[in-house]
């Protein structure tokens, strides 16, 4: 690399979004409240440690798996309420084989219409527009490591690509999970890495 290129790389803007680790909600494919981090999430998380070199920022979200995702990876973020995970309104808590059961047509809205909040919560296309107005709205120099969920880095994705909000549910995002965006002139790209 030539002289100086280290110093161009550093600066330049980049912002990896990482899904916090496992939870006995994400396990059971529920709507979490704010819970920590299961044995094995923690485990998981240990092992990163180190993983993402020396951000220049590090937010989280508020909720507790995220700061514990961030202690895990020994990082001491500040919290950021826009990376805070879609409001689920009277879902939260429940478990999805119990919302289908009770409520299948709303449930069946929900993950086929973007403007559907018929838990009383925050819309998919709702969260799309909170993540983005954050992600245009935010000055991101050099590196910036966000810990948030899920619903987060998708919404993001969506956003960062002009895609459509029906393609929300098509982006898969496990259990730390991550995205490299990366703002320019022409808005937001998506990094792949091997």
Same mark, same amino acid.
């Given at each position: 690399m030539p002289s100086g290129s280290w110093e161009l790389v550093a600066m330049t803007p980049r912002l990896i979004l990482l899904c916090?680790?496992?939870?006995? @909600? /994400? +396990?059971?494919?529920?709507?979490?409240?704010?819970? !920590? #981090?299961d044995a094995r999430g923690l485990a998981a998380a240990q092992k990163l440690?180190?993983?993402?070199?020396?951000?220049?920022?590090?937010?989280?979200?508020?909720?507790?798996?995220?700061?514990?995702?961030?202690?895990?990876?020994?990082?001491?973020?500040?919290?950021?309420? @826009? /990376? +805070?995970?879609?409001?689920?309104?009277?879902?939260? !808590? #429940?478990?999805?084989?119990?919302?289908?059961?009770a409520e299948p047509a709303a449930l069946g809205a929900w993950l086929s219409d973007p403007d559907a909040?018929?838990?009383?919560?925050?819309?998919?296309?709702?969260?799309?527009?909170r993540v983005g107005t954050w992600l245009d709205g935010e000055l991101f120099d050099g590196y910036t490591l966000a810990i948030t969920h899920a619903s987060v880095l998708r919404a993001a994705v969506v956003h960062a690509l002009g895609a459509e909000a029906r393609s929300f549910w098509r982006i898969e995002a496990g259990p730390l999970a991550r995205a490299d965006l990366r703002p320019s002139h022409r808005g937001w790209s998506l990094r792949l890495e091997l």
């Open positions: 916090h680790g496992a939870t006995p @909600a /994400l +396990r059971a494919a529920g709507f979490p409240l704010d819970e !920590g #981090l440690e180190g993983h993402f070199g020396r951000p220049a920022r590090i937010l989280s979200s508020p909720a507790l798996r995220a700061r514990q995702t961030a202690q895990a990876l020994g990082l001491d973020p500040d919290i950021d309420e @826009a /990376l +805070r995970e879609c409001d689920h309104g009277r879902w939260a !808590g #429940l478990a999805l084989e119990a919302v289908a059961a909040s018929p838990h009383g919560g925050e819309s998919v296309a709702g969260l799309i527009a």
